[in-house]
């Protein structure tokens, strides 16, 4: 069945860093692809999406290409903030469910 | 705007007793999911409605029972909690569901944390 693959967390890094969040899917068809962030003591929401291959979505700094030739969505951000820790979730859309990657916890130190 | 309600915020349980966790949303949306999130797991889809009076399983089921008598409420329900139950609850809505290209955005809950002894 359709999947998604994150790395493991935390990932801790300075104020200013580039962020790489790797996340990888298995799944029919094209879906669309999702990151959802949730900070701390609050439900997700909706962070970027892209919905057909090579499609870029971007919000508050954060971008993720759909690569289809490498079935991935790397969400990336040239210089985090303190503001930016969070839980990070990727997801992709499947047969009207939404199937998530198990998180990728962000820490960033002042 | 409330967005996305949920009540309780935190309850703890003994085996065997029964609750009900109440989602509330006024976006007029047509879908609305209940997700468990364990750590490590992400989200699991526990059920989840396409519209008033319509309900169907999701990915864990089992142990759960809900309702959408009203289109903006969406309830879940355990009959007899057990300690595999201790979880966060997440409830979402959305407008035109999954499945439908680039349109599906879940509009999510605060969370409800269930704690069962």
């Known amino acids: 069945g359709d999947s998604v693959t994150q790395m493991e967390g935390p990932v801790t890094l300075s104020e200013e860093a580039f962020l790489t969040i790797n996340c990888t899917y298995t799944?029919?068809?094209?879906?669309?692809l999702f990151w959802y962030v949730q900070y701390p003591g609050e439900g997700l929401q909706l962070l970027l999406k892209?919905?057909?291959a090579d499609d870029k979505g971007s919000n508050k700094g954060f971008e993720a290409t759909y690569r289809k030739e490498t079935t991935s969505f790397h969400l990336e951000k040239g210089s985090v903030q303190v503001s930016d820790s969070a839980v990070y979730f990727c997801?992709?859309?499947?047969?009207?469910?939404?199937?998530w990657g198990a998180g990728t916890k962000l820490i960033i130190k002042p | 705007n409330a967005g996305v309600t949920q009540t309780p915020k935190f309850r703890v349980l003994k085996t065997g007793q029964s609750m009900t966790l109440l989602c509330a949303q006024d976006?007029?949306?047509?879908?609305m999911y209940w997700y468990r999130q364990d750590p490590g797991m992400g989200l699991r889809l526990i059920h989840y409605?396409?519209?008033?009076?319509?309900?169907a399983k999701g990915e864990v089921p089992d142990g759960y029972n809900v309702s959408r008598l009203k289109k903006q409420n969406f309830l879940l329900g355990l009959e007899s909690a057990a300690p595999s139950q201790t979880s966060v609850y997440f409830c979402?809505?959305?407008?035109?569901?999954?499945?439908?290209?680039?349109?599906?955005?879940?509009?999510f809950g605060a969370g409800s944390r269930l704690t069962v002894l």
């Open positions: 979402a809505s959305s407008s035109l569901g999954t499945g439908t290209s680039g349109a599906n955005v879940l509009t």
């Open positions: 976006m007029n949306h047509e879908y």
């Open positions: 409605s396409v519209g008033e009076g319509t309900t």
């Open positions: 799944a029919t068809g094209y879906p669309s």
């Open positions: 892209a919905t057909k």
């Open positions: 997801a992709l859309d499947s047969n009207y469910q939404l199937i």
